[in-house]
């Protein structure tokens, strides 16, 4: 299973249908996939969410960044994902991807690192339920 982005913040955020997510992981059988894309939108988006709710402007604070990223990599860590490489070709599955489904450039790479190892994604969206990948 490949996780994407909008999972991991459902859970950390505890938004509508994390637990849900929740069950999902931990009746994983085979191990759960993210690639270096994923974690960098997580702790971008979650730096975002968090700024906008604590009314921070821009630039945020450094130990915001530092904090979220600690928050994606320990959800990561507790759940026992492995990062996946994101090969030179994956490129032109995402913007496949992307045009074909009109998908954002994280659900595009989610997609394509998913499709090219055969693996169902979680995702805490809907645009990837527009595809042709297996949702769990």
């Known amino acids: 299973m490949f996780i994407d982005a909008s ?7 505890a938004e509508d249908g994390a637990e849900n997510l929740v069950t999902k992981i931990e009746a994983a059988k085979k191990p759960i996939h993210y690639s270096a894309l994923t974690v960098f939108e997580a702790v971008s988006r979650l730096v975002g969410i968090t700024a906008c709710a604590q009314g921070l402007a821009c630039p945020v604070p450094a130990i915001l960044w530092e904090q979220s990223q600690a928050d994606v990599d320990a959800l990561l860590e507790t759940i026992g994902a492995r990062e996946m490489t994101i090969s030179g070709s994956l490129h ?45």
């Open 92 to 136: 032109r599955m995402a913007l496949d991807a992307a045009r074909a489904f009109e998908l954002s450039t994280g659900e595009s790479f989610a997609y394509a690192c998913a499709k090219s190892y055969r693996l169902p994604i979680l995702t805490g969206g809907e645009a990837l339920a527009r595809t042709d990948i297996e949702i769990v």
């Open 7 to 13: 999972a991991i913040i459902a859970i950390l955020l």
